[in-house]
């Protein structure tokens, strides 16, 4: 279950919990899949589930921040960083367990607990 410790480098905060950055996104992953209402295309999925990571790893970050640091890996799918922004992470990022929108244009990751216990019944 989500609460499984695992050993390898988990990429998380100090003081945060050990879930590996590999688990945390496959489940994360599985959530976005099962979940009505979030982006239908794998890809995008893909990019909420790695600004979460970034988050996690890097505490908060900026709108401007997320969107240079996702697209170079998505520029196949999106004509820039403002499409790919406004069709993911403006629409969805506020709704995904872990995510907290702390003002205009400005994110943070809310803890490992949280999504953990968010996320506790998605089978990966």
């Known amino acids: 279950d989500a609460s499984t410790t695992l050993a390898d ?9 050990d879930v590996s950055t590999a688990d945390l996104k496959g489940r994360l992953r599985a959530y ?3 979940r009505d209402g979030g982006p239908t295309k794998s890809y995008a999925r893909g990019i909420l589930a ?15 921040e997320l ?19 406004e069709s993911t992470g403006g629409r969805y990022l506020e709704d995904v367990p872990g995510v907290t929108k702390e ?10 607990d949280v999504v953990r216990d968010a996320l506790e019944d998605v089978d990966t």
């Open 9 to 17: 480098d988990t990429g998380a905060r100090a003081g945060e919990s």
């Open 67 to 85: 969107k240079t640091e996702l697209y170079p890996r998505y520029a196949d799918h999106y004509g820039g960083e403002r499409t790919m922004w």
């Open 32 to 34: 976005l899949d099962e």
């Open 50 to 64: 790695d600004a979460v990571v970034y988050l996690r790893e890097h505490g908060d970050a900026s709108t401007s």
């Open 103 to 112: 003002g205009q244009g400005e994110w943070s990751y809310a803890g490992d």
